[in-house]
């Protein structure tokens, strides 16, 4: 299995194949499925569905680090330093800024937990689906806790960008069956006959 997933954190872009164009660069938000994979463990594969720039959606393989960590600094790209001129490692720089984040009591990602009716830190490995709507965006995500799958109503750049978390989502008001979501077109169908309770992401 050979996965060529390559995260720019500069634009917080995935690269996948795309049968069109060869290549294409996609935020997190253009996924629309995320799938454990059997097997694979150290480090553990995700089997993706995204919408690409061709008008199509294809699959995709992501490694858990990339998934996660990349968009925290945690891939080793090079940027070149405008200032300088000179090449750098863009992933320590993200990375210590990440750090500081976390210190302050920052989250990268987090959603509100249906069942438990609490926030909670979440990583991009927890995610199940993403439906695109005009201006937000209907996030599934699986609990890490509970194990619950909760929907949350958020915007582009919550998912898009660590540390960019929404003050104000909304909650689909009640708990997800385990195959409500095989498919995006199932899951659209619930997210537009669901109601949404609003919910304030602070975290103290
Ligand atoms: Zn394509
Ligand atoms: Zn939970």
Redesign the pocket.
Known sequence: MTISTMYDALTARYT?A????EQ?HVALSAFRLLERLPGAAHPAVYGVRFA???????PGLVGHDDLDWAPLGGSSGQFVDLMTARTGEVGNELLELAASQLKAGEWPWSFYCYPEDRPRPVFPSSFVAVAPGDSWLGLAVRCPVCGALSVNLVSHAHVDLPFANDQRIGVVDHVFAEDALRSLEEFQAELHSSRFDERRLHLD
């Open positions: 996948f795309c049968p069109e164009r294409t690409c720039a061709c008008g199509g959606e294809h």
